[in-house]
């Protein structure tokens, strides 16, 4: 009830005060990073061993010689940077610079990790960003369709239900229609869902995380329902067979070596991600729409008493959402497999919305983060080929366990939008 | 002389019980059941091939059919829940023992399939009373089942008396870490629990099949199974074949009275539910918020985790990779159903439980899916969780207190 | 000739209390009309339905003499209302720009932003009517006063000819309140009619041209500053005589019960939000902590409470350190503490009176025997409480979020007086109380200072301060400029030193003759 004003006097003079025990922390991680470089990779490693990182991804074109450098002393290398990069920070610090140092830091470990399990074999680098740009466009899509929810108001933790039954609804409309239809109508459904999750948070009142649970438990109910009724049944097996999207080759800019077909040679789910992070971006920040969208995400009673419908902005924003989720949800039948299995959606709606955190709700935030993830994906994909002494379920685990440390990490500086989740009420002033 | 002082609380826990049960607002949660059912009936019907060509006959052949389809299903879910009256009483007129405990079995099964879901539901329970959701109860229920049948196999020579607390103990510790960390990174660094319980539930799922497939495989199997538990770990059965009710039962209601008593009756409960309806007044209380979410987290995912080993150590006597329970992810609905207080759980508990085992039969004997039961959970919690749906369909008046609704935290927020 | 604005029968209900009862208003082209009621009355409720956030059940508005029907802010905006609301209207991580064209966004093709027209015309208002805004700024960079004008800006943006202000002076130090009646007489000056809506009587004979007073949502009376005076108005307020002057008797402080040095704290944003700050209470006496909001204050409270460790400088209550102790070591000590938020921090809404009651003591026999609560003795507690103080419920079962905001206030003020303390650290306690409430707050401060107690008072009411306190410091942007005794010091003195700047000797002379000044 006795709310103050917005902030606080402002300060001619910053002290800006970064913590003794954040700037020791950072610099014994990186520390221990070299040290673990060191005896662990380094040691682990034959001394005449060759890396060899294969760039040329399978099957493409765009040819260029594999990158063959000797293991143990590009390793010390990098270890020796790790070294100096952990006294700095424990002597002065980088302050300012701190996280861009930890994400080099990172950056080095997983290099090393890289090079030491494919020490003496090789490993298709090309191939492995190749797919982690694949990996990347769910989690995006679906990182989005999060950021459309939460900038208008509405948290949303039902993009997995929702990215679950667009995938079967599009499978079964592609199966009995064509390919094309059965996108529009999996994208129509995510909105459908999404309508009923802002009746119920918008209408209803009800709790933001317990509708979005709702829709989940739903969603896992009657897709499985439907698929063990139906999809699983060889009668009924013409409804599980959508077709796919094809490949399609960017002219021109998809024979640049390495990176042509990282990026360029992919079906269209991939360019549809650049596509709308580039649209989403223009459209939260430099249009009427979006700075209406987000004020109601941030204070839905100043906009109120400027005109602005709260209400059914926050339909809209709910719903657009949806609508993006059920787009990403398409992928995963039309984009991937070509065939909806239960469950195939496999917790990336809960890790698009990680993304979306660590993104802060920013598109292009959420596609670096979608990248970084989609990395993590892709590795534990091809740990079978790596011949790693990890076993493979433990290397499954990754995309995970990256969830749990960035938001462990991040989020607890992350600022969202202001009046995400709160129930807006009219009468109450 | 363990059961003697259970029964005594059971009889004060009975008196208290119809007193909390009145308080509520039972008729609502009675529609929300009655409509979910309504609904889900209603898409077993629709998704019935036999009814559409009924109705290419006529439409009240097609009319008699959805409710012909209804009445299989249900029925087939009755049956299976409480077990075929009519086998009942004629296996006790013939006095025959296997008979009898053939026909009374569904009912006993439906206990048994009950009792996981009494653990499951107060971890969840426990969660919200502290203003966390916790997700996790499955990955918690996993690891539970691991640490308890380990326990029961690597540890011989102990009697029966013994070996059975300390394999339940191991099942509750095993739950208690996985609790422990998300209630650890929730406290100290805000991350959001639902989305960390979420991950380590796919970590527990990846490590316990790592586990089965690796260092807790029994050599003497072809297939991936954990070795078989020391037969002092089993938890007693009371009747012979095939009745499976065992001694987890009484266990899961002593479990919970005894989290009544700690939630209600004492300052550390006290303690919680203040942090979980009012952080920042809790802060200026003086109560230390940090250690009251670890706690309650902690201990909520030994009660999952005690789920876990209920279903190894009672129920399975090994653990086997297709070990898939869903229990966790169910109690979700009940602990809501059951407005977060052990009594309420309980009950819910007793009806998914009935649901559970009554759904498995209908599967046999009608062919729906048992994922009609996710479906029916879903409605049964929306209804729920915006009574104000109920209301404006049945045209009820709203109550004169408001009704306290359920609130969980938001992200990055402590 | 038609008045510019007309209010005939204006009536709103809510769940269980008639806000507004048939309230007739007019407002006349040009004038300062002043809208004067203590807190609760309905005058806020009037004034959201001329602004169209809520409907009324009954009556009409008249703009100009022809009936308007406003459903909503944009038929009051389009009518040409604008209102500045008691708690800012603006999103902070927006610019002033984004705030202000919000809803009336100048655009360039397809619906794309155009800020630099928007600027422009932001420039050229401000520029107007000297409110010295610069429209590129965030406006969470922003200090209370400026948000104020940016609040300002953004009604005339959209034109407005009629202009409400709720409770403007609520956030302002003194001569910033001096500077808002200046613009107010420049907007007046330039055709536009002004309503405002306070319950200090001192600015209302100041800048109003006309007064209507409210009282339990219904209209008591209307008059002009030169008609009645500040004890006239404040009995048609309240309904009954209001004693203005609370009685004091002489100090006789004791031993110091707290001791703080050197303190520097750290706010969320890593600033230094207290930034070395030293003073003592002593048993017996009143320390008042006089300043704007956002000067340090809260930061400051919530490291003598144990909930924010300091960086720097030490704190002793009582005699023992406490500067890193954690809250509950700090009540056990004898220290008790009335939160600035009430509802957040001071309460748990959800439960019953009883359980708010033993909030930090339920620990203690005889609430507890070991871990196993007494609820027997818990409603004992409850029920002799509740009587003592006055608390109205229900029942003792009642969850305290029903009760009234005064009822509140004495749930936790009863329940820290009922402790054996030696401090007590007040924050804001009357804000937001009806006047009844806030005599019978004053009352038992000064009872608890009568009989030994220490006290610290930090409240944006200069007027609270100076009546209660026996000594009176102001903080500025985290630093306590001076400390000075009440009798010494003047309205004007600490005007100034709440606007950081420190009084001549002239001035505090001056201070020292004059008599102490009333509440008004």
Known sequence: ?429 | MEKQTQNKKKQNAVGIFFEELSKSTGLVTFLAILTGIILSGLLVAVTTVEVYDAFSVSFWDGIKEIFKAAWATYSSLFIGAFGDPTKIITAFQGGDGLAIRRAINPFFESLVQATPYIFAGLSVALGFRVGLFNIGAEGQLFMGAMTGVFAGYAITGLPAYIHIPVALLAGALGGALWGFVPGFLKAKTGAHEVIITIMMNYIAFKLTDFLINGPMQDPNEYTPKTPWIQESAHLTRFFGDPIRFHLGFFVALGVAFLIYWLLFKTTWGFELRTVGSNPSGARYAGINTTKSTIIAMSLAGSLAGLAGANEVLGLNFRMVPSFSSGYGFDSIALALLGKTHPFGVVLSALLFGFLRNGSRQMQLKSGVPIDIVSILQALILAFIAAPAIIRTIYRLKKPDIEEESIRVSGWGGK | MASLLELKGITKRFPGVLANDRIDLTLEKGEIHALLGENGAGKTTLMNILYGLYSPDEGEIFVNGQKVTINGPTDAIRAGIGMVHQHFMLIPVFTVTENIMLGEEDVKMAGFLDRKKAAEKIKKISDTYKLNVNPNSYVKDLPVGTQQRVEIIKILFREAEILIMDEPSAVLTPQEVDELFKIMRILVDQGKSIIFITHKLREVMECADRITVIRGGKVVGSTTPQEADTKKLAAMMVGREVELKVKKTKAKPGNTALHVENLRVLNAQEQFAVDGVSFEVREGEVLGIAGVQGNGQTELVRALAGLLPPTEGKIEILGKETTKEKPRFISELGSAHIPEDRQKDGLILAFPVSENLVLNSYFHKPFAKGIRLQFNEIAENGKKLVDNFDIRTPSINTPVRNLSGGNQQKVIVAREFSRPIKLLIASQPTRGLDVGSIEYIHERLMKKREEGCAILLISTELDEVIQLSDRIAVMYRGKILDIVNAEDSSKEMLGLLMAGIKPSEEMKQKAKKEEQIILT
């Open chain 1, 1 to 429: 009830m006795a709310e103050t004003s917005v902030t606080s006097v402002v300060r001619k003079k910053v002290h800006k005060h970064q913590t003794k025990a954040r700037r020791v922390s950072m610099g014994i991680f990186f520390l221990l990073v070299a040290v673990f470089i060191w005896f662990v990779f380094i040691r682990g490693a034959d001394p005449g061993a060759l890396t060899t990182y294969v760039m040329t991804p399978g099957g493409s074109s765009a040819l260029m010689d594999n990158w063959v450098f000797p293991t143990a002393s590009t390793l010390s290398i990098l270890a020796g940077i790790c070294a100096v990069a952990g006294a700095y920070q424990l002597i002065r610090g980088f302050q300012d610079l701190t996280n861009g140092v930890l994400a080099v830091v990172s950056v080095i470990f997983v290099f090393s990790f890289l090079s030491w399990a494919s020490s003496e074999g090789s490993i298709n680098l090309a191939g492995l960003l190749r797919v982690t740009v694949v990996r990347a466009a769910p989690l995006t899509l679906g990182a989005m369709a999060g950021i459309l929810c939460e900038r208008s108001g509405t948290v949303n933790i039902a993009i997995e239900g929702m990215m679950l039954i667009s995938a079967f609804a599009s499978t079964v409309v592609a199966s009995l229609t064509n390919i094309w239809i059965g996108m529009v109508s999996g994208i129509m459904i995510g909105g459908l869902v999404a309508y009923v999750h802002g009746v119920l948070t918008i209408k209803y009142k009800v709790d933001h995380t317990i509708s979005g649970t709702v829709i989940n438990i739903f969603a896992t109910g009657i897709t499985s329902f439907l698929s063990s009724k139906f999809l699983q049944k060889t009668a009924y097996q013409y409804l599980n067979e959508p077709g796919m999207f094809p490949q399609i080759n960017v002219p021109f800019l998809s024979k640049i070596p390495f990176i042509g077909p990282i990026f360029f040679s992919h079906n269209m789910y991939v360019y549809a991600m650049f596509i709308l992070v580039a649209i989403l971006t223009v459209a939260l920040f430099s249009t009427r729409w979006g700075l209406r969208l987000r004020s109601v995400g941030e204070h839905p009673k100043a906009a109120d008493t400027l005109g602005i419908n709260v209400i059914k902005t926050r339909y809209m924003g709910v719903i657009l959402g949806g609508m993006m989720a059920g787009f990403a949800g398409t992928y995963f039948t039309l984009g991937s497999s070509g065939r909806f299995d239960e469950l195939l959606t496999a917790g990336r709606g809960y890790i698009s919305l990680a993304a979306m955190i660590f993104g802060n709700y920013h598109p292009v935030g959420a596609m670096g983060a979608g990248l970084l993830f989609g990395f993590f994906d892709s590795l534990s994909a091809k740990a079978a080929i790596l011949k790693v002494p990890v076993p493979s379920d433990f290397l499954g685990m990754m995309p995970y366990l990256a969830t749990i440390v960035v938001l462990a990490g991040v989020v607890g500086r992350s600022q969202g939008p202001a009046a995400s989740g709160k129930a807006y009420d009219k009468e109450s002033l």
